[in-house]
């Protein structure tokens, strides 16, 4: 077993992407609207706290310009109207590598999002040694949000990562096709590295129609890339025949996110997909990597963002003593993920969950509404757990 003292703390590693400047331009057409009136079908607002200079666009004689609101005033915008950030760099399959954190929804009540501690939440991770941040993954809730709540958790995480110049992804899943586009146009418009995408969930689709979706979604982001969420859940599985198929007929999918699975898996993966980005599950990394993953949209960063980065590059430099961690994150997940996932508990669950437990933002284990979340009084035996088991993950 290694000591917490043999990972080098990443937290203050700096990052060489491209960062481009904002340029402030007063939108003199806002309108002011009371944000007390705030409702999607009149209108969005993204206010002065949401991202360093709001980030907004407009559409304007056919053509989407990007607006920094230098003033206090909250800005009417129509559904439609595209967010726009600055430009960066595409990422190509090679750059889609290491330990990405996502972002949680903080919320209170019946599920209103509480945006300070959004942004709280994002400062941590920008500040963490992450490789790259996404919103809008299973655990970021987004088959829950609405559009306006959409736009504005992307404006956030878009304002951030560029001011940072840290890469970022942005999440375009929804259960309907239709929307789903929209929200791929609309990510795309604020050139994120890449957009993520799920596949059209309510019926299996046939590889054909899997193949059609994914060049119709392609074509929607342009030349903004695209990564594949393809998890265990969803009702159309991806094997690796298939999805060397789309790979060959889609250009710009640089990345897909799956469960992993045993040597033969991986080895049916390279040939299929030699040019991919691979991620696996946060907790099987180490294992994954040594057979050929390229990183993870990390569950375990959910649980300590620092940790996770920490055991990463333990991976490179010792692999046999990242295993042993591997094995005792399993341990962990065993006694105190497991009993909750008996529960029925959702995915969106038990990654708020152990957040919570790693206690490295203001976050909380309440879902939005109706979804059930872990109950409190698990999280101080898990907490006590994780740190005895895992000291690695909790770098002073």
């Given at each position: 077993?290694?000591?917490?003292?043999?990972?080098?703390?990443?937290?203050?590693?700096?990052?060489?992407?491209?960062?481009?400047?904002?340029?402030?331009?007063?939108?003199?057409?806002?309108?002011?609207?009371?944000?007390?009136?705030?409702?999607?079908?009149?209108?969005?607002?993204?206010?002065?706290?949401?991202?360093?200079?709001?980030?907004?666009?407009?559409?304007?004689?056919?053509?989407?310009?990007?607006?920094?609101?230098?003033?206090?005033?909250?800005?009417?915008?129509?559904?439609?109207?595209?967010?726009?950030?600055?430009?960066?760099?595409?990422?190509?399959?090679?750059?889609?590598?290491?330990?990405?954190?996502?972002?949680?929804?903080?919320?209170?009540?019946?599920?209103?999002?509480?945006?300070?501690?959004?942004?709280?939440?994002?400062?941590?991770?920008?500040?963490?040694?992450?490789?790259?941040?996404?919103?809008?993954?299973?655990?970021?809730?987004?088959?829950?949000?609405?559009?306006?709540?959409?736009?504005?958790?992307?404006?956030?995480?878009?304002?951030?990562?560029?001011?940072?110049?840290?890469?970022?992804?942005?999440?375009?899943?929804?259960?309907?096709?239709?929307?789903?586009?929209?929200?791929?146009?609309?990510?795309?418009?604020?050139?994120?590295?890449?957009?993520?995408?799920?596949?059209?969930?309510?019926?299996?689709?046939?590889?054909?129609?899997?193949?059609?979706?994914?060049?119709?979604?392609?074509?929607?982001?342009?030349?903004?890339?695209?990564?594949?969420?393809?998890?265990?859940?969803?009702?159309?599985?991806?094997?690796?025949?298939?999805?060397?198929?789309?790979?060959?007929e889609v250009p710009r999918l640089v990345g897909v996110k799956m469960a992993g699975g045993d040597a033969a898996w991986y080895a049916a993966m390279a040939d299929a997909v030699p040019r991919l980005s691979i991620f696996v599950p946060g907790h099987l990394l180490a294992?994954?990597?040594?057979?050929?993953?390229?990183?993870?949209?990390?569950?375990?960063?959910?649980?300590?963002?620092?940790?996770?980065?920490?055991?990463?590059?333990?991976?490179?430099?010792?692999?046999?003593?990242?295993?042993?961690?591997?094995?005792?994150?399993?341990?962990?997940?065993?006694?105190?993920?497991?009993?909750?996932?008996?529960?029925?508990?959702?995915?969106?669950?038990?990654?708020?969950?152990?957040?919570?437990?790693?206690?490295?933002?203001?976050?909380?284990?309440?879902?939005?509404?109706?979804?059930?979340?872990?109950?409190?009084?698990?999280?101080?035996?898990?907490?006590?757990?994780?740190?005895?088991?895992?000291?690695?993950?909790?770098?002073?």
């Amino acid at each position: 077993m290694c000591c917490g003292t043999a990972l080098a703390d990443e937290s203050s590693r700096h990052h060489t992407r491209p960062h481009f400047a904002l340029t402030a331009v007063r939108d003199e057409r806002a309108e002011a609207v009371p944000t007390a009136n705030r409702t999607w079908a009149d209108h969005a607002t993204v206010s002065r706290d949401d991202i360093p200079g709001e980030l907004i666009g407009r559409g304007h004689e056919g053509k989407y310009a990007m607006r920094k609101i230098v003033n206090a005033i909250p800005v009417r915008r129509k559904p439609g109207d595209i967010l726009e950030g600055a430009p960066m760099k595409p990422l190509a399959a090679d750059q889609v590598t290491g330990v990405w954190g996502t972002l949680l929804l903080p919320v209170e009540g019946r599920g209103d999002i509480v945006w300070d501690r959004l942004a709280g939440q994002l400062d941590v991770l920008l500040a963490s040694g992450v490789d790259g941040i996404y919103a809008h993954g299973t655990a970021g809730e987004f088959h829950t949000l609405d559009e306006a709540e959409f736009d504005r958790v992307n404006a956030v995480l878009a304002g951030r990562c560029e001011a940072a110049g840290l890469p970022y992804q942005i999440g375009a899943s929804h259960p309907a096709t239709p929307v789903m586009l929209d929200r791929i146009r609309r990510a795309a418009a604020l050139r994120p590295g890449a957009v993520q995408v799920i596949l059209p969930d309510w019926v299996p689709l046939s590889d054909d129609e899997v193949v059609r979706f994914l060049v119709g979604a392609a074509e929607t982001a342009g030349d903004v890339p695209l990564v594949l969420y393809n998890p265990p859940h969803a009702k159309t599985q991806v094997p690796p025949p298939l999805l060397g198929r789309v790979a060959a007929e889609v250009p710009r999918l640089v990345g897909v996110k799956m469960a992993g699975g045993d040597a033969a898996w991986y080895a049916a993966m390279a040939d299929a997909v030699p040019r991919l980005s691979i991620f696996v599950p946060g907790h099987l990394l180490a294992s994954g990597l040594a057979r050929g993953a390229h990183g993870s949209y990390s569950n375990v960063a959910a649980m300590s963002p620092r940790g996770a980065v920490a055991w990463y590059r333990l991976m490179t430099t010792d692999p046999a003593a990242a295993a042993d961690v591997e094995r005792r994150v399993g341990e962990f997940f065993v006694r105190h993920v497991a009993p909750l996932r008996a529960r029925r508990l959702s995915n969106p669950a038990l990654d708020k969950f152990l957040a919570t437990v790693g206690d490295w933002a203001d976050i909380g284990v309440t879902l939005r509404w109706p979804a059930s979340s872990a109950p409190v009084d698990a999280v101080e035996p898990a907490r006590a757990d994780a740190h005895r088991l895992l000291p690695e993950l909790f770098p002073a």
